[in-house]
């Protein structure tokens, strides 16, 4: 279907990896970003009043559904909603003819599968936009949106800051993706992970090499000079052993302390949930933006759905 639709030239928009975006696409999502704003400060809007969006998680989530959703209809489109657990798959379904079967239903689909590539896999099937909402621990694009759109807006600029990554950088896909996402603006970007939690060598040469940058890799955040510190929770649910996990984690949290020398105007990100890697006391310090960055997911998505039909 996909190859006779393609024959007769139609041409079907995903958004499955940063690592298909360039730094203009990341430019253009910003101006259309900036319209939904403007939207839904208006109220909702009948974009998309004829599109069925259908919404696949295979693993829990509670910001990245329920923003894809309230986006959709803010859209004034429709959803529906899968569930993995009540669904064929119990019965012996594949993953294949489960897409195959709701791309016949509705106009786009938004996927979470623990299997890296599954969103694309599903993008070759499909005949209808698919938009990857994380696949294990590879690529979560709509996430790196929200977070290069939360350092234009609430760090005022999202170029020629440095930039520090801290937490389980192996295991967390929002990482991978914003790794390649900062990159494409900045030049200084630190990593910091507990030992054998950071990114493998590839990806750290793939990106050095691809943008030019310079990325050193710490023990510790010097937070001194850092304009944006992103912070991630250990990925418990990736460890094959759950007791290490809870070591990692204990060893590992930003308090009110760590905050002491660091700029007045940097800003501290998260995509959430966060566990226990930053404490409580933290979320009053002016310079936490992690709730509203999650904010943003809203108009965010809702620039992401417009655009796959053309209509922002
Ligand atoms: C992230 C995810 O699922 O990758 N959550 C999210 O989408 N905001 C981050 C995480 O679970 O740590």
């Known amino acids: 279907m996909r ?27 910003f101006r259309k970003i900036e319209k939904m704003e403007e939207e839904v400060r208006k109220g909702r809007t009948n974009l998309l009043e004829d599109k069925i969006i259908a919404t696949l998680f295979f693993e829990p989530s509670t910001r990245t559904k329920l923003s894809f959703q309230t986006a959709a209809k803010r859209l004034g489109a429709q959803v529906v909603n899968f569930n993995a657990d009540a669904s064929s798959l119990k019965k012996g379904e594949s993953l294949m003819d489960t897409i195959r079967i ?46 290069l759109y939360s350092i234009k807006k609430l760090r005022g600029k999202i170029s020629g800051l440095n930039v ?74 990736r460890f094959s052993d759950p007791y290490e996990a809870e070591r990692v984690k204990k060893e590992f949290m930003l308090t009110q302390e760590t905050l002491k020398k660091a700029k007045k105007d940097m800003i501290i990100l998260h995509p959430l949930p966060k566990i226990d890697e930053i404490a409580h006391e933290v979320d ?28 922002v």
């Open 102 to 147: 709701i791309d016949g239903y509705v106009d786009a689909i938004v996927i979470r599968h623990e299997i890296e590539g599954a969103a694309r896999f599903a993008s070759e099937i499909a005949t209808h936009p698919v938009i990857n909402a994380g696949d294990g621990a590879n690529q979560h694009p709509s996430q790196t949106l929200i977070d």
């Open 164 to 237: 520090t990554l801290f937490g389980d950088l192996k295991h967390a896909r929002a990482m991978h993706s914003l790794f390649y996402g900062v990159a494409m603006f900045n030049r200084n970007i630190a990593l910091v992970a507990p030992p054998g939690l950071s990114f493998d060598e590839r990806t750290v040469e793939e990106v050095e090499t691809e943008f030019g940058v310079k990325v050193t890799v710490k023990e510790k955040p010097e937070i001194d000079d850092c304009d944006v510190l992103y912070v991630c929770r250990i990925q418990k649910e």
């Open 3 to 29: 190859d006779a639709l393609k024959e007769i030239g139609v041409f079907v928009k995903h958004l499955l990896s940063v690592r298909d975006l360039k730094k203009e696409d990341v430019l253009s999502y």
């Open 284 to 311: 009053s310090d002016s310079r936490a933006k992690y709730f509203q960055q999650a904010q943003l997911g809203v108009p965010v998505r809702m620039a992401i759905l417009a655009d796959l039909f053309g209509k």
